[in-house]
């Protein structure tokens, strides 16, 4: 059974700061992983989708990485920004042909200015 | 905007009614999405259903009934809820196509439940 493990659960960091968030997860066998992100009170907003013949994708500032054989995923925002405070959702789809997606618990970010 | 809406945003009900949570996407996706999310706990999906089919039921008690009677809208009927179901309930989109499974998947703002 997969298991999706985001590290830290919260990060407070100033304005301008480079960071990075962690995403682990236990079965190697997946089909893609994307980064999401949900301001409270909403609903999730795709970020980035890497699939797993993929090594990194990256959107304006944001970088994320996948490592299959260490069961790793990164995502690195550069130059934060108060607008960027949120809580990031990593999740996964494996193979074998299911829709599922998933979900860590996510890590609450927050960027102060 | 994601093009997925969800009606209505908040709802409280007791334990005896019956409600239904309303979910319409114009993005001309074909698979459709039910999520709960609870507090402390990681999004758990609930439903899927792909041209019209369910095509998975991640073993959801009796008590939520989805219902997709088009590709552009889904709907989740409610009844005689716990108070254990408060939740946030999230809609999502994708489109799918056979062999390729699904693409990115849009989702709506979420109905905040609360059973009392």
């Known amino acids: 059974k997969q298991e999706v493990t985001q590290i830290p659960a919260a990060l407070s960091v100033p304005e301008g700061e480079n960071l990075v968030l962690n995403c682990s997860f236990t079965d190697s066998a997946i089909y893609n992983l994307q980064w999401f992100r949900q301001d409270p009170g909403k609903g999730l907003t795709s970020l980035l989708l890497?699939?797993?013949?993929?090594r990194e994708q990256t959107s304006g500032r944001l970088n994320a990485s996948l490592d299959k054989s260490s069961g790793r995923s990164t995502l690195y925002i550069a130059a934060s920004q108060p607008g960027d405070s949120a809580t990031y959702l990593c999740?996964?789809?494996?193979?074998?042909?299911?829709?599922?997606?998933?979900f860590g618990k996510g890590t609450k970010l927050t960027v102060n200015p | 905007e994601t093009g997925v809406t969800q009606t209505p945003r908040h709802l409280v009900m007791g334990m005896t009614n019956k409600k239904s949570l309303k979910c319409e996407q114009h993005?001309?996706?074909?698979?459709m999405y039910w999520y709960k999310q609870s507090a402390k706990k990681p999004l758990e999906l609930m439903f899927v259903y792909s041209l019209e089919e369910r095509v998975e039921n991640n073993s959801v008690p009796s008590r939520f009934s989805p219902e997709c009677p088009n590709s552009s809208h889904l709907f989740l009927h409610l009844h005689t809820l716990q108070p254990e179901d408060s939740a946030l309930y999230l809609c999502?989109?994708?489109?799918?196509?056979?062999?390729?499974?699904?693409?990115?998947?849009?989702f709506g703002a979420g109905t905040r439940l609360s059973v009392l």
């Open positions: 999740a996964l789809k494996g193979q074998g042909g299911s829709e599922k997606l998933v």
């Open positions: 993005l001309g996706h074909n698979a």
């Open positions: 999502a989109s994708s489109r799918t196509s056979p062999g390729q499974g699904a693409d990115i998947q849009y």
């Open positions: 890497i699939q797993s013949s993929q």
